[in-house]
C-alpha cells in the first residue's frame, strides 16, 4: 500500500519589505522568553512576523546575563513607515521593563 503524499498547506506570504528591531537588555532570574514573544505580539499583533534571540552574554564581573532579541515587523497588505516601527518599538521596550522586569541596554 502507498503512502498519501503529505498535504502541505498554503501560508500566505508578504511582498512588503521586513523591518528589523533589535532589543538587548540584562534580565532578572525570574525572566521567561514566553513571557517576552506574548509582550510583543500584545503590542504589535500581527505585524511581529518573528521575535528570535541572536545573543546572549553573561558579563564576567557581575554574572549578569544579557540577552538581545531581534523583532521583525512586517505587514502583509502595505509598506509600514519607519515612524510606525519605532514607535511600536518604544513600546514593546516599555512594557518589557514594566512587565518583565528587565533593563534596557
Request: a negative charge; hydrophobic letters at 35%.
Amino acid at each position: 500500500m502507498a503512502e498519501e503524499p503529505e498535504v502541505v498547506k498554503f501560508q500566505p506570504y508578504s511582498k512588503f519589505p521586513v523591518c528589523y528591531k533589535d532589543m538587548s537588555f540584562w534580565m532578572p532570574s525570574s525572566f521567561h522568553e514566553n513571557d517576552l514573544f506574548e509582550s510583543v505580539r500584545e503590542v504589535a499583533g500581527d505585524l511581529v512576523e518573528c521575535v528570535e534571540k541572536i545573543d546572549e552574554f553573561v558579563h564576567p564581573r557581575t554574572n549578569l546575563m544579557s540577552r538581545c532579541y531581534r523583532i521583525s515587523y512586517r505587514s502583509l497588505d502595505r509598506n509600514l513607515t519607519n515612524q510606525e516601527i519605532d514607535d511600536l518599538q518604544q513600546q514593546v521596550r516599555d512594557l518589557a521593563v514594566k512587565k518583565l522586569n528587565v533593563t534596557l541596554r
